[in-house]
């Protein structure tokens, strides 16, 4: 009798341990989709504040946005550090460490209120810059907050957090779930795929809930009709992984630090130098008519259903301002301004292609330039087809972005993401550690 006394205690232990976990990974869901949808709209309101006052005074831009970006780096160096940029390094990086303590010094709670308010000022004062990424940081410290308690459950809580806020910031839960095997873990990972996939779960029916069930860039009906027409897959392949590439160059080298004494002068003078990045930001919004300060969701969104033309310059443009915001350390993604880019380089190769529908040649300039930058195809084209319902074009979007990646691994060798990840890690710590195996959580576990 007492035996098995004893063997029901082990197995209710059990039992509760695992509950327990699942409560962690839901509830932490629920949160991560509540936070996402409120960036979301705070993000909107920003963008909507700043075009206001671009509209009463064109050139102001020459003075707030430098003014801004010196403000924003200077209170992300001084009190929330670790908080510049995408945030998806940052996360990548919290799940190779080991420590609870290192991990904190990149996802914590404190770094997530920063990353928000900071991210929400950048918007405000023009910055070239997306929400998704901090989103994605965000995830990771909730995640990672819940999880202080236990140092076992923290690496598969900031994998579930990351994916989560990628779910919730595009309402494309599939999306979610391939960001985070291929480009949080780059593997698949069996322990904790249920858990990852119930976190996803939660942060989509809470952003639904709150912003309601959509699309984020509407469905299009673009198709590539004939054989010739395929023809654009190479092109905009190409393109668009070679200048994804030169973006990802531009980040890695910035992030790693310019050596000599230019270098010496970036670090020594943060602030003075995002004041400096924050002024070209204003002169690019300036030559582009103001087109390239925000995320670029607009843009992107008029140039795939056709009710504006873009200029040949957005692109370019759009890029060098979206570097600018990013090498500068002003907190902000990179993730919906380089969809934008990729939407203007669609615009400009259907110059060239005159009887290929443009809503095609945008989603393939999208998939091929975002794959150049993050060097993560699947992701790319599921994220794409996700948001836009275009699973007609889903073999030239998988081509495009097969071609896009080897292009891109031609001017740089590592994706964006893992290759800025590095600079938060100490020496021969790898980015990606590969899964443990499971270990039984008591002796009676065996028998559960």
Known sequence: MSLTTSRRARLLYVFSRRWQRRLFFVAGGLAVGGVAALLAVLADRAQLEFHRFLA????????????????????????????????????????????????????????????????????????????????????????FALGRVSRRYQPGLILAGSAAGVAAAFNTPLAGIVFGIEEMSRSFETRTSGLVLGTIIAAGITSIALLGNYTYFGSTVDILLGWENWLVVPVCGVMGGLAG????????????????????????????????????????????????????????????????????????????????????????????PSLSVGAGLG????????????????????????????????????????????????????LTALIAQGASRLVCKEGVYHALAKNFLPPKVPVVKEPAAKEPETSASTHA
């Open 56 to 143: 009463l005074a064109p050139w102001g831009p020459l003075f707030l946005t430098p003014l801004g970006f010196a403000i924003a780096v200077f209170l992300a160096t001084r009190y929330f550090p670790n908080s510049g940029g995408s945030g998806i390094p940052q996360a990548i990086a919290a799940r190779a460490l080991t420590g609870t303590e290192e991990r904190g010094k990149l996802v914590s709670l404190r770094i997530a209120v920063g990353k928000i308010l900071l991210t929400l000022m950048g918007l405000l004062v023009g910055a070239s810059t997306g929400r998704e990424g901090p989103t994605v940081q965000v995830g990771a410290s909730v995640m």
């Open 347 to 398: 615009a400009d190769i259907a110059h060239f292609f005159p009887d290929t529908p443009a809503g095609a040649l945008v989603l393939l300039g999208m998939v091929g330039y975002f794959t150049g930058v993050v060097q993560a195809p699947i992701t790319a084209f599921v994220i794409v087809s996700e948001m836009t319902g275009s699973h007609e074009l889903l073999v030239p979007l998988m």
């Open 245 to 336: 590439g030169i973006f990802s160059r531009i980040l890695v080298v910035f992030g790693a630090g310019l050596p000599g004494r230019v270098g010496d002068l970036i670090k020594r003078y943060k602030v003075a130098f995002a004041a400096v990045c924050g002024f070209a930001v204003a002169l690019c919004g300036l030559l582009s008519g103001g087109a390239i300060y925000g995320t670029g969701y607009e843009q992107a969104n008029a140039a795939l259903h056709g009710t504006e033309q873009l200029s040949l310059l957005y692109a370019p443009l759009k890029l060098l301002a979206t570097a600018l915001s990013s090498i500068c350390g002003l907190p902000g993604g990179i993730f919906s």
